[in-house]
């Protein structure tokens, strides 16, 4: 079989660079070939008896048994190779919760199996109760669910939308399909966050200029909720919508600004709970991280966690459910999954209704297929639909062991010098729905990359934190307002292994390979 050798690039490297598919045979030569950490060499160097240079239209090619690929240079600090015998640890894997299957099965049994059918219908009502809104629609995903939104905002061509620069590109694209422009918004560091003082500057130079954006796309990022009531009062002060983009932030729970230190309680596995649950509200000892976990003081119970519906009830706010309209995912790697799908949320019920419209193709009310608008093919089918309604019912415990994870990380990590974990900002509870940490390379002694590279050799994923989208070749031609704060947040952050489903044997085998090369 072929191992995968790879390279990365960061923010102003943009040289090509290439991904080289090479046999076995080679690779267990490839050692004895690769010149010292860091060297930039040109391809012609690299000499095996398996591979040959093949030249066509001037560009080099790197050809072997198995694969032809399109190469010029490359960094030799980036290859890695990793090891087959052992099991591969992904960054954060679906997790059944065991009742999907049978109402996957029920869905073939009554042959509802095309997009629309009761499933959907039971999805969508289930999922706005959990979350607090008064409707959803189940969508294909959660970039259609965006798409929707910005067409039922109004957003058209040459309009301006401002969105957080530290995210993913699924955040931007829908802009780009409508032909507006991007304004992108840096973060802050409490939370990762857009920053609202960042977005106020930037909301009263585009008023002064008497060009204000269409509408305003929070992301509330890896878990955490961004500070709704701040961009939510400065969106309200300028007339501007706001639209949350929630795609990563299910199960997480907003507070608002000013009470916070009360309403939130932890546990010796890092989980936390609403007061009203029954339990005493623990304060964290001083000197422990604040998501490390505790041990009950004068009592061995431990505090549970309740579901997002009953946090919403006690007083809590879910990301998603403050703006006009907000967007969920449910890809494959998030908290919840349906295989791919998404939802769009609103207390506004012909939005919602609209947005249905559009996405079964904007059929009109007739006997016959009629059209008078543009429509799309946005609809999650039943079956998906009734895999996510199975993943509802374990929403909550994916979330605790999200978070026993990253507390399982902080206890391991936490005299390691120049390491951080990303903060839990004090007006909301993370899920931790990815585990993010930074590393200063000078007081750490080793960088992010190094890091990363050695877990892939111990067949374990790791990633970079999301690269900021002003720094993207497809967006950079737009306007930013900051940025320094997300250049410097993916510089030196990772996001370690954070499934719900990692047995404490998985988390054993990360630590571990971090602490070799962390304490060497």
């Not at 690769?34 to 060499?41: D, I, K, L, S």
């Not at 052992?86 to 894997?93: A, C, D, E, T």
């Not at 995903?141 to 530290?166: I, K």
Request: charged share 25%; with cysteine; net charge neutral.
């Amino acid at each position: 079989m072929p191992r995968l050798w790879r390279t990365r690039r960061g923010i102003g490297d943009w040289n090509p660079v290439f991904i080289c598919v090479i046999c076995s045979s080679v690779a267990q030569r490839a050692p004895a070939i690769v010149p010292p950490a860091g060297h930039t060499v040109p391809l012609r160097h690299l000499r095996a008896p398996a591979l040959r240079v093949v030249k066509k239209s001037g560009i080099e090619f790197v050809a072997s048994g198995f694969a032809l690929i399109a190469a010029r240079r490359m960094r030799i600090d980036d290859f890695y190779m990793s090891d087959p015998k052992q099991k591969r640890i992904y960054l954060s894997s679906p997790h059944m919760g065991g009742e999907e299957l049978a109402l996957v099965q029920e869905a073939f049994a009554t042959n509802w199996i095309a997009p629309l059918g009761p499933h959907v219908d039971g999805f969508e009502k289930e999922f706005a109760e959990e979350v607090g809104s008064g409707h959803a629609a189940a969508l294909s995903s959660g970039t259609a669910a965006l798409h929707l939104a910005l067409r039922l905002a109004g957003v058209q061509q040459d309009d301006e939308v401002f969105v957080s620069t530290l995210t993913f590109s699924a955040s931007v694209n829908p802009i780009l399909y409508e032909k507006a422009r991007p304004v992108f918004i840096d973060s802050d560091r409490s939370s990762w966050n857009m920053d609202p003082q960042v977005l106020a500057e930037a909301l009263a130079a585009k008023a002064k200029a008497g060009k204000l954006p269409k509408a305003v796309i929070l992301v509330h990022l890896y878990g955490q909720s961004a500070d709704i009531d701040a961009v939510q009062a400065l969106c309200d002060r300028y007339g501007v919508q706001l639209i949350e983009d929630a795609a990563e932030a299910l199960g997480a729970v907003y507070y608002g600004s000013s009470e916070i230190e009360d309403r939130r309680l932890d546990d010796e596995t890092g989980r936390s709970a609403l007061r009203g649950d029954g339990v005493a509200i623990l304060k964290p000892e001083k000197g422990n991280p604040s998501d490390s976990g505790l041990r009950t003081q004068g009592s061995s119970q431990k505090s549970q966690v309740s579901g997002l519906r009953s946090q919403v009830s006690n007083g809590g706010i879910a990301p998603g459910s403050r703006g006009r309209m907000g967007i969920y995912s449910f890809n494959g790697n998030k908290i919840i999954t349906t295989s791919g799908g998404g939802m769009l949320v609103s207390n506004d019920q012909a939005l919602v209704e609209k947005a249905r419209f559009l996405a079964t193709q904007a059929r009109d009310p007739a006997p016959h297929y009629q059209h008078s608008e543009v429509g799309f093919n946005y609809r999650l089918s039943n079956v998906l639909a009734g895999i996510g309604r199975g993943q509802l019912k374990v929403l909550a415990s994916h979330v605790n062991a999200r978070r026993a994870n990253c507390a399982a990380y902080q206890e391991a990590f936490r005299d390691i010098a120049g390491l951080e974990f990303m903060p839990e900002a004090s007006f909301g509870r993370c899920t931790r729905w990815l585990t993010c940490i930074t590393l200063d390379p000078e007081k750490a002694g080793v960088d992010r990359d190094t890091v990363r590279l050695a877990l892939e050799r111990e067949n374990i994923e790791a990633r970079p934190v999301w690269k900021p989208m002003h720094c993207q070749p497809i967006f950079e031609k737009y306007e930013r307002f900051g940025g320094g704060v997300a250049e410097d947040l993916f510089a030196k952050g990772l996001c370690l292994p954070s499934g719900s489903n990692l047995t404490r044997e998985d988390l054993d085998r990360v630590i571990e390979a971090m602490l070799r090369v962390l304490k060497r």
